[in-house]
């Protein structure tokens, strides 16, 4: 367990912005956390498909500290950044329930970079890096 170095996972789809979660929140609690499970569920399965199809799910959790470059990737300008970026709660949760992180804490999540850039569809582009220990 644990000898893989790099992973590359691409996420298809749009993901909510802070203010859509804080929105859909104060409306009703319960849909808050509906929104999220949904969120996180499509994520997962996501994970899940591009980690069997690649033949790695013997090669994770990554046992050391996990660096992040994520690449947001919008359809247009419309959306603040700031507001895109809270997305990755959900993926660093989906990324512990897939078996790819042991957990979020410190001690998994080491450094993350972060680039928007506008293209044909909503992605977000994950590149983790396991550091030496």
Same mark, same amino acid.
């Given at each position: &367990? +644990? !000898? ?7 996420? %298809?789809?749009? &993901?909510?912005?802070? !203010?859509?979660? @804080? ?5 009703? #609690? ?5 929104? =999220? ?16 199809? !690649? %033949?790695? @799910? ?16 919008? =359809?247009?300008? #419309?959306?603040? =950044? /700031? ?15 897939? +078996?790819?992180?042991?957990? /979020? ?19 977000? *582009? *994950? !590149? &983790? ?5």
């Amino acid at each position: &367990m +644990g !000898n893989i170095k790099n992973l590359t996972i691409e996420i %298809d789809g749009k &993901m909510p912005s802070l !203010n859509e979660v @804080i929105d859909v929140s104060r409306r009703n #609690k319960f849909a808050g956390n509906k929104l =999220k499970q949904e969120i996180q569920r499509d994520i997962e399965l996501q994970i899940y498909q591009q980690i069997r199809q !690649n %033949d790695l @799910i013997s090669e994770l959790p990554f046992e050391n500290i996990v660096d992040f470059d994520i690449t947001y990737i919008e =359809k247009n300008a #419309k959306r603040d =950044k /700031d507001n895109i970026a809270s997305s990755k709660k959900f993926i660093f949760d989906a990324l512990v329930s897939r +078996g790819v992180l042991h957990n /979020d804490t410190w001690r998994y999540v080491g450094d993350f970079t972060e680039k928007f850039i506008i293209g044909s569809s909503y992605k977000v *582009i *994950i !590149n &983790m890096t396991e550091r030496d220990k």
